[in-house]
């Protein structure tokens, strides 16, 4: 069996993270990937810029990492590299001398949360031609080795595949010099992944999901799976959007979720054991918008109120696969939790409530548990509920299980 690391169990912990489409791009709302429009260093000004205000929502919300990009496709660095002209150094942004990343990582330190880097190894325009690829090798890692030389401990390197699927990278050489700097760093999707993506853009992730995959989904732009050689432990990860667009799409944009759509996300991504990334792009200001983090303070509210207090159910079994409380409740949600140190071994379970007056009832059936897997159904009366494994790959430990009423 295929053990996880623990860099992987601490990523699962994590269960939700906030990602940030920051840069040139944030300036021009009309513009998108690959377009080949214009967009001049000079344009970039976020006058009001403060990380500290990102990273509060973040934690706010209940996110335990945050992921900035720090180079998008369009191949604007937020950060002031020495490999390029179009930077923040070319900007009038302080009057050149800032630096995104260096506030951004301060503030994610200050908070106690997991640090995290994008980096998008694709671009199309910039002093470096994306067609040379020995040029652009020491191109990328000249900045990657920025990235994680200057900013201290960095938790998490998120490449885009998105551009590169016929680009050939000197992938030895990345790896090398990337785990050389950062031996604890968790990459995600590409080379020498720790993490996967979980194939969409939408936040969802499918049933069954197996975190020990041998093929990963590899790029929008590409439909095939990506085939590994071996099998190998890697937990998904869905990424999604508060709105339609990656980036700030401006004061009108009419795209934003509603909380019962969020909350949706939520059960499809962390309640099929994965990790669930939501998308916050701040504006021109440098500010996430005052009805962004309103919508996400109703979306915490609704996960508070959901998951914030277990029914008063209580373990009855040494393993804890039998919950019981003193009287009945009804109960309409069981969130179970399986052990992954060993392995994630569970392929199908059922949940088995007892009814006041007859035999007990199969209430729900699944496929795999992993980190976390949230049990919907019909609202039940009961007092004793129990978890029963119908197949699994070897001997399965549960970590725990809690009974709820959402819909009360």
Known sequence: MIRPTEKQLRFLDWE?????????????????????KPMPASAFDPKELDCRQWIRTAKDLGCRYAILVCKHHDGFANWPSAYTDYSVAASPWKDGKGDVVREFTDACREAGLGVGLYYSP???????????????DDYFINQISELLTNYGKIDYLWFDACGSGDHQYDRERIVGVIRSLQPDI??????????????????????????????IDYSMMHAELKNLGNAKFL?????????????????DDPTMKSVAHLTGIYEYSVGRGANMLINVAPDGRGLIPEDYVKRLEEFKAELDRRYGTPLPFSAEAVDNTVIKAEEDHLVDTVVVEEDTREGELIGRFRIVADMPCRKPIIVYEGTTVGHKRICRFPAILTGKIRVEVLESEAEWKLKKFSAFCVEK
């Open 16 to 36: 939700m993270g906030m990602f940030y489409h920051f840069g040139i791009r944030s300036f021009f709302p009309d513009h998108v990937d690959w377009d080949g």
């Open 122 to 136: 694709a671009q199309w325009q910039g002093n470096v031609s994306f067609d040379d690829e020995k040029a652009y």
């Open 186 to 215: 968790l990459i995600f999707n590409m080379w020498d992944p720790d993490t996967r993506w979980v194939g969409n853009e939408d936040g969802y992730a499918p049933d069954p999901n197996w975190s020990t995959v041998e093929r």
């Open 235 to 251: 937990p998904a990860e869905c990424d999604m959007r508060l709105h339609k667009t990656w980036f700030y799409g401006g004061p």
